[in-house]
């Protein structure tokens, strides 16, 4: 019998009712061993939806985990089963198997325990005081100033020609008795602009839907711009139809379909990392909406007996957890069976935890990996051979996961020194990924958040070569939330081509109101907005090096002044001051710093691998003149009475 067999059951398109039964039989004879408590949990859950029939698992992974009260996102889910796939060398899978859910599952299970904050973006930190007096002013001028009534619900997003305000929200509304503010009217006039701005800045809860009849720019960066400024989001999405769908009459290409659809995955990410649950009903929508008005409740508070799917912990990375699963498994199978036996797998689980199964863990796997009805434990439980014993992958995940439960707190401190250990090297492997592959996709949003959120001064440039418009989405989130943010705008021209193909005056139309939008929000948010890249990356490379002064202020203890930006060297139109090659260098530095320590470490562990190789020659060498001189005296002894006379002569 198998440990963890590879798990498809009726759940997923490859499986069927009959290899789920039988699966539950085989591991049901597993978990008779009293060790496996966690594994048997984990399984009943997994079990009890592998039933469910004509799912996806990709769509119905997430009630999985709801099951065991952990929340990932879409981009976690995303993440875990791309990493699942190369970790597993197969092609395009939309599952995971047992093993793998086992190692998401604890490790979600894990953070939730030690409730792991949420980091705060590096891009925050050094901000000049000026600056934060602007942003914490900006809200309250903006609410203070107006003597509009306060409406309950702002219905942003999608307009024309869409009629989801009239036909749907506005008779739910009138019937839960909430005031609303509808932006779109039937004939548009100059003064709505602020009447609309006041609206949205004093009403309670913005209510933004994201359809597949518009491209919804605005709206997009919208929702980014407001969930970055912690107001109350409710976000209704309905992805794009595919390649060839119709928006405003056109037919969008296989560019700009891939375009928006990652464009709408950073959206969802942003909103998700917030811990905001995004909703595909409308209705279901706008009860969260009445519960949130009525309880004083946040978004963020949605349960599932709202219907709503929660998010917890979005910011946390899961795939590298996997991966050094594998590596530490492939590291010991050396003739690539894909299989290593349990005196390897005390050797692995020690790299991976620092601490060491007993002999007593072992044979209860053992007895585990065997027929458990058949086997006389009392016989047979002395006699097992750890080396002829065998586990496969999936085997390996599930007795990691029961296992590293069980460590005590000394090991936890241990295995909290090795990740520090590993924060050396893990950067500095980021840094080449970006300089070799900087185009990601929709499954790399959480390693990109958490690269963009270590950065201490943003720069977004929106040229007019590109669409752009995840980098607006990403700009506006960070503006919104008061980061250090450069930010580079330029307008598409009438006859832009993008990729080869040539953008209708509506595409061209859509974008750029975009990137005025972007641009009017920043603008009010205090920062400059920029149309030349030169002037953008100088200005960077100044605020930049701000930051870096104000962190060793803070370090030494010394307030820095608001007159630091008079020390700060005038940058020139044509850069002579050599800012771009500062930045330049403080690059190249912590890159070096970065690989100095690595290299450091190497050569240390060099060194120590040259000292016990040279002993272990020393002692080579010696075993060697030793079985010469024996075999030499037994052959031809008077030769060796010979060389002591004449070793005694020489003496003398």
Same mark, same amino acid.
């Given at each position: 019998m198998s440990l963890t067999p590879s798990i498809y059951g009726s759940l997923t398109r490859y499986g069927s009712t009959a290899i789920t039964w039988l699966l539950c039989l085989s591991l049901d004879m597993i978990l008779m061993v009293p060790l496996f408590l966690k594994l048997r949990k984990l399984f009943k859950v997994w079990n009890e939806r592998a039933e469910l029939p004509n799912k996806q698992l990709v769509r119905s992974l997430p009630y999985v985990f709801h099951d065991l009260d952990v929340y990932p996102s879409r981009s976690q889910v995303y993440e875990m089963i791309h990493c699942a796939n190369d970790c597993s060398r197969r092609l395009n899978g939309d599952y995971l198997t047992f093993g793998e859910f086992c190692v998401y599952a604890s490790e979600l299970k894990t953070n939730y325990e030690e409730k792991t904050a949420t980091p705060l973006p590096l891009s925050k930190c050094g901000i000049p005081e000026h600056r934060k007096v602007t942003l914490n002013q900006q809200t309250k001028d903006s609410i203070n100033k107006t003597s509009e009534p306060k409406f309950e619900v702002f219905l942003g997003g999608s307009c024309n020609p869409t009629t989801w305000r009239t036909d749907i929200a506005i008779p739910i509304l009138k019937s839960l008795g909430i005031t609303y503010?509808?932006?779109?009217?039937?004939?548009?006039?100059p003064e709505l602009i602020e009447l609309e701005w006041s609206a949205k800045q004093n009403a309670e809860v913005l209510f933004i839907v994201i359809d597949n009849q518009t491209r919804a720019i605005v709206s997009m960066i919208e929702a980014a711009f407001m969930c970055g400024s912690q107001r109350n989001l409710i976000l209704v999405?309905?992805?794009? %139809?595919?390649?060839? %769908?119709?928006?405003?009459?056109?037919a969008i290409s296989q560019n700009e379909y891939r375009d928006l659809k990652q464009s709408q995955s950073y959206l969802q990410d942003i909103v998700e990392r917030h811990g905001i649950p995004i909703f595909d009903q409308m209705p279901v929508a706008l009860s969260c909406v009445h519960r949130i008005l009525r309880e004083g409740i946040r978004p963020q508070d949605l349960s599932r007996e709202d219907n709503a799917m929660p998010v917890r912990m979005a910011h946390i990375q899961l795939g590298d957890k996997l991966i050094r699963l594998r590596e530490a498994f492939d590291s010991?199978?050396?003739?690539?069976?894909?299989?290593?036996?349990?005196?390897?797998?005390?050797?692995?689980?020690?790299?991976?935890?620092?601490?060491?199964?007993?002999n007593n863990n072992l044979r209860q796997i053992a007895i585990g990996r065997m027929d458990s009805l058949v086997m006389d434990c009392d016989s047979e439980f002395k006699t097992i051979n750890l080396d002829e014993t065998v586990i496969n992958f999936e085997e390996f995940c599930c007795i990691v996961t029961e296992f590293k439960s069980q460590i005590t707190t000394n090991e936890k401190f241990a295995q909290l020194l090795a990740k520090k250990l590993v924060s050396i090297v893990e950067p500095i492997q980021r840094l080449l990924a970006w300089l070799w592959q900087p185009v990601r996709n929709a499954f790399n949003c959480p390693p990109e958040a958490a690269a963009i959120e270590r950065s201490r001064v943003l720069l977004f440039t929106i040229t007019g070569t590109t669409r752009g418009l995840s980098a607006m989405i990403l700009a506006g989130h960070y503006v919104a939330m008061g980061c250090n943010v450069v930010l580079c705008i330029q307008n598409l021209e009438d006859d832009c081509v993008i990729d080869g193909e040539k953008l209708t005056p509506t595409a061209v139309k859509d974008y750029n109101r975009g990137r005025a939008y972007l641009s009017d929000m920043t603008t009010r948010?205090?920062?400059?907005? *920029?149309?030349?890249?030169?002037?953008?990356?100088?200005?960077?490379?100044? *605020?930049?090096?701000?930051?870096?002064?104000?962190?060793?202020?803070?370090?030494?203890?010394?307030?820095?002044?608001?007159?630091?930006?008079?020390?700060?060297?005038?940058?020139?139109?044509?850069?002579?001051?050599?800012?771009?090659?500062?930045?330049?260098?403080?690059?190249?530095?912590?890159?070096?710093?970065?690989?100095?320590?690595?290299?450091?470490?190497?050569n240390k562990f060099d060194k120590t691998c040259k000292e016990k190789l040279s002993s272990l020659n020393q002692r080579l060498t010696t075993t060697e003149k030793t079985v010469t001189y024996l075999e030499t005296y037994y052959s031809n002894p008077q030769s060796i009475e010979r060389l002591r006379e004449s070793q005694k002569q020489h003496e003398v």
């Open positions: 503010y509808n932006p779109q009217v039937a004939i548009w006039r999405f309905t992805e794009t %139809a595919g390649p060839g %769908a119709f928006i405003h009459g056109e010991l199978d050396s003739d690539k069976t894909g299989e290593i036996s349990l005196t390897d797998l005390r050797l692995a689980f020690r790299m991976l935890t620092g601490r060491e199964l007993t948010m205090g920062l400059p907005v *920029f149309d030349d890249i030169r002037e953008a990356v100088e200005i960077w490379a100044k *605020f930049l090096r701000m930051s870096v002064k104000n962190e060793m202020s803070t370090q030494n203890k010394s307030q820095l002044s608001l007159s630091s930006m008079d020390s700060v060297p005038e940058l020139s139109s044509d850069g002579s001051d050599g800012s771009n090659d500062w930045a330049n260098r403080q690059f190249i530095e912590t890159l070096t710093t970065g690989i100095q320590k690595i290299t450091n470490f190497l």
